[in-house]
């Protein structure tokens, strides 16, 4: 099972966007879940998570800026992205935290760009 990221876009310095991804009962019900970004030739690294139970972590580079939240009765995931930076400019995924590289599916391009 892939994990599919959406919501991503081009957006200016300082926009916002709202990434979504929905993941099967299973997966989601009982697992922290978590989003990362990467931009090729680095790795790929963890922006924020939230338990079952709503406990958030979040990336000391995103904290005050982005806000991550999950629906548990229909099992999705979002991030909501504001005052977006170009060194936001990654591709961002969902997954589990910890990961599965079985879950990693294409995500979602973000490019904050004036």
């Known amino acids: 099972v892939q994990l599919q990221a959406s919501g991503g876009g081009l957006v200016q310095p300082g926009g916002s966007l709202r990434l979504s991804c929905a993941a099967p009962?299973?997966?989601?019900?009982?697992?922290?879940m978590g989003w990362y970004r990467q931009s090729p030739e680095k790795q790929r690294d963890l922006v924020a998570s939230?338990?079952?139970?709503?406990?958030?972590f979040y990336a000391d580079s995103v904290k005050g800026r982005f806000t991550i939240s999950r629906d548990n009765a229909m099992n999705f995931v979002y991030l909501q992205m504001n005052s977006l930076k170009p060194e936001d400019t990654d591709v961002y995924y969902c997954n589990t935290r910890p990961s599965l590289g079985s879950f990693w599916g294409q995500g979602t391009q973000v490019t904050v760009s004036s």
């Open positions: 009962n299973i997966i989601f019900k009982l697992n922290t």
């Open positions: 939230i338990t079952s139970n709503g406990t958030t």
